[in-house]
């Protein structure tokens, strides 16, 4: 968005968040408390730098904006398409997703008695600056898509675990399972540590 992007914001995310973890909190607390971290950081569209908002017109894309020295947390941008969607997959890890500009449906879903798979309620609608969370233990299963036909959305992930090395699944309809590792679409991160700038200010 901005030329300068206020790349202070993500350090403030990641170092908070990191010190969340280090108190080895449950679950729950990190989902309550890593969602208001991630909450305040998409309450702001001024510090993702441009390389990382990208779309690609044949499929979504993944950037990996950060991941933790210990891989306990890793932080990516989501960007979508017009129109674009994933298939329907797991991340066997917890996970918080924060929408930082247009919007995204997410479809949940869980496999059924006959082993096939079943939407579980309506699709949510994800805003900018709202927050839900997934994990094996309260809902995993789900398909994402971008809520615009005809301009790009972007979301910012938050995993337990460095998602692109994770082994995890796509779901077919008949409830079968294909192994994927999704990898990152950047070969680069960004350059959040350089206060030059700042500090010159």
Known sequence: MNAQPNLKRLRTFIAELATLLDAKPDEPTILARGGD?????????????????????????????????????????????PGQSTPVH?????????????????????????????????????????????????????????AFADRASISIHVYGA???????AVFLENGSEKPFISGYSNIYLPNIWDLSKENLA
């Open 37 to 81: 971290l991630l909450r305040q950081l998409v309450s702001h569209d001024d510090w993702l730098p441009a390389e990382f908002a990208q779309p690609d017109p044949e499929r979504y894309r993944q950037y990996l904006l950060h991941a933790d020295s210990r891989q306990r947390f890793s932080i990516v941008s989501f960007v979508w398409g």
């Open 90 to 146: 797991d991340h066997r890890v917890w996970g918080l997703i924060g929408m930082l500009r247009g919007a995204e449906y997410s479809q949940n879903y869980a496999i059924g008695t006959d082993g096939r798979l079943v939407a579980q309620g309506e699709a949510v609608r994800l805003e900018p600056g709202q927050v839900e969370a997934v994990s094996p233990r309260i809902g995993d299963i789900h398909k994402v898509s971008n």
């Open 162 to 168: 460095n998602i692109g090395a994770v082994r995890r």
